[in-house]
């Protein structure tokens, strides 16, 4: 088991760029999530999905957008970055939903310049 | 809405003395408390649960946690404490982002251990 993979692990943007965070799971979890990390603040949930083709926005969504055409994946788009979204970003999974232990990947740090 | 309060950003200790790490939280719903451990340039790891049952949680790496709920508090402690217990250290309740179950975690800021020979 791989567990929980992200890539890339560091990338740097400019102002405006788009990109996709691609994150993915090989335990066949229903739920998987999206979390930033920032100096001081914790983890903020950013999207999250209970399964394939079912999506919904947690605390920080804007400026981000999310699909979940498979079990497996999971991406985070940027359509047009910003400075305030240089962060590190956690993909997550689990079973069912978010009262179980949750997953995380070893992040993607983005800095956008 | 739910919140969580993690009252120290940094905790000193020398090595193989005891330590407390501070939680308090708030949530309209039932809770579910975690705490969750990050190790420098890694992915958080669960550390232990409060899901039901009895208030006092034990996890890995010798770490347990007792769950109080007139005082809303999830405090973390460890007897003895080793080098290699310097990390990151954050509390987490279940909650509702958007007025469903429970989506996902709402995380405290974290507290760092540092374990002084």
């Known amino acids: 088991n791989a567990g929980v993979t992200q890539t890339p692990k560091f990338q740097v943007l400019k102002t405006g760029q788009s990109m996709t965070l691609q994150c993915a799971q090989d335990?066949?979890?229903?739920?998987m999530s999206w979390y930033r990390q920032d100096p001081g603040m914790g983890l903020r949930l950013i999207h999250y999905?209970?399964?394939?083709?079912?999506?919904d926005q947690g605390e920080v969504p804007n400026g981000y957008n999310v699909s979940r055409s498979t079990t497996e994946d999971f991406p985070l788009r940027l359509l047009s970055a910003a400075p305030s979204q240089t962060s590190v970003y956690f993909c997550?999974?689990?079973?069912?939903?978010?009262?179980?232990?949750?997953?995380f990947g070893p992040g993607t740090r983005l800095l956008v310049l | 809405a739910q919140s969580v309060t993690q009252l120290d950003s940094q905790v000193p200790v020398f090595e193989e003395a005891p330590v407390e790490l501070r939680c308090n939280y708030s949530?309209?719903?039932?809770?579910?408390l975690f705490w969750y451990v990050q190790y420098p340039n890694q992915g958080l790891q669960l550390l232990l649960k409060?899901?039901?049952?009895?208030?006092l949680v034990k996890g890995i790496n010798g770490f347990e946690a007792e769950f109080n709920k007139s005082q809303t508090s999830f405090h973390l402690r460890k007897p003895s404490v080793h080098i290699s217990d310097t990390a990151e250290y954050f509390c987490?309740?279940?909650?509702?982002?958007?007025?469903?179950?429970?989506?996902?975690?709402?995380f405290g800021k974290g507290t760092h251990l540092i374990i002084q020979p």
């Open positions: 409060y899901l039901s049952g009895s208030t």
């Open positions: 987490a309740v279940s909650g509702s982002f958007s007025g469903g179950g429970a989506d996902g975690l709402t």
């Open positions: 999905s209970v399964g394939a083709g079912i999506t």
């Open positions: 949530s309209s719903v039932s809770v579910y």
């Open positions: 335990m066949n979890h229903e739920y």
């Open positions: 997550a999974s689990s079973y069912r939903g978010g009262r179980e232990t949750q997953y």
